[in-house]
């Protein structure tokens, strides 16, 4: 009788880790799948009007945004690209990759804020401002996670960690208007982390309590 409770601690707890090992593992490929949520070239030009930003739809996994900006199809215009996006509830954007990007001068700018639209214009001068963040990003940032730097870029909201459910609004800008510049963005959007770890915790908890009971009423009988 000795020996049972610990039999069922062991089962308890392999059950425990074999069900976090496959969601672990379902998570993973779901984050890995690869989805071209946005391309100018096949969705047409993205908005330039900061209060109509265009409305793209994620999903989980890495979600690609590409487009041109610097020169706007319409003659003498600049183009600006105002995108907004929507976080899933249970779901959080992990990273903001730069994918690819040909940029005029030295780099372009993405600005991230929370809500439907961006509330300042392009010709904003001040340091300070409502963005959650920003990152000036070029050919040498290609491959990188700008979710980072735009955390704690100067003069912006700021935050920490992935960014949770909600409404988001991205700015892309190019200065150099003399040829459109492209970029590309893959945007991780992955399940928050299931609380597997404290199930293993709990049934451990629980089994070690039975254990001690049942030696207790043993102690009690003899």
């Known amino acids: 009788m000795s020996g049972t409770p610990t ?16 969601l672990t593992a379902l998570a993973s490929a779901a984050a890995t799948a690869q989805i071209v949520a946005f391309d100018e070239a096949r969705d047409g030009d993205a908005s330039d009007d900061r209060f109509a930003p265009t409305t793209v739809a994620l999903t989980e996994g890495v979600n690609t945004l590409r487009g041109f ?34 940029v005029g001068g030295a780099f372009s700018f993405v600005g991230l804020e929370a809500g439907p639209f961006i509330t300042i214009p392009a010709d904003w001068t001040s340091v300070e401002s409502p963005l959650l963040g920003w990152s000036h990003f070029g ?51 992955t399940a928050v982390p299931a609380p597997s770890a404290l199930l293993v915790s709990a049934l451990f908890g629980a089994a070690t309590r ?13």
């Open 139 to 189: 050919s040498a940032e290609i491959g990188l996670d700008l979710l980072p730097t735009m955390a704690n870029s100067p003069g912006s909201v700021g935050f920490s960690g992935p960014l949770q459910a909600g409404t988001y609004a991205l700015w892309i800008m190019e200065l150099d208007t003399s040829e459109p510049h492209t970029y590309a963005f893959g945007l991780g959007v």
């Open 7 to 22: 039999l069922a601690l062991a089962r308890n707890l392999l059950a425990a880790t074999a069900l976090a090992t496959t």
């Open 69 to 102: 900006s610097g020169q706007s199809p319409t003659p003498d215009v600049h183009d600006l690209d105002y995108i907004t996006f929507t976080v899933p509830m249970g779901f959080q954007l992990e990273s903001f990759v730069l994918q690819s990007a040909s």
């Open 210 to 222: 039975r254990r001690s009971r049942t030696r207790t009423r043993s102690v009690t009988a003899s």
